[in-house]
């Protein structure tokens, strides 16, 4: 495997691992709106909670369970891809240590405000 290929491959899997934390932070975004309102209460009251994907696989809305099979598909697909082409966790630090300098220089403070309204109150990528 040509080296360029192998550094773009990884910064795929970069790419899609941060898909798959916005996608978790609009899934919340979406629940505390609808079926878990105590969600957006719970965090507005400052209480560290640990989320998990498998919080909202009994859910009854619709899009909701749409979007949990999406982001396990995501989790899934990154997974067979650094399976596949034995990707180690040291190399995808290093891309992403890199990746993360050139988006600091970078850095647009409108951005910044446009993901706020995308996003929500909850934090754009968790685990």
């Not at 598909?73 to 596949?84: H, N, P, R, S, T």
């Not at 988006?103 to 309204?117: K, S, Y």
Request: glycine share 2%; net charge negative; proline share 2%.
């Amino acid at each position: 495997m040509d080296e360029s290929y192998r550094d773009f491959l990884m910064k795929t899997i970069l790419f899609l691992e941060e898909t798959s934390g916005n996608l978790f932070a609009q899934i919340l975004n979406l629940a505390s709106q609808n079926e878990y309102p105590n969600l957006r209460q719970d965090f507005e009251n400052g209480y560290i909670l640990d989320f998990n994907i498998s919080m909202f696989e009994n859910s009854t809305d619709p899009n909701l369970i749409r979007l949990v099979e999406v982001y396990k598909k995501i989790e899934d697909e990154i997974e067979a891809l650094i399976k596949k082409n034995k990707i180690t966790e040291d190399e995808l630090d290093f891309h992403f240590i890199n990746d993360e300098m050139q988006f600091d220089d970078e850095f647009d403070e409108d951005d910044d405000e446009a993901n706020d309204e995308l996003f929500g109150d909850f934090p754009m990528s968790l685990n």
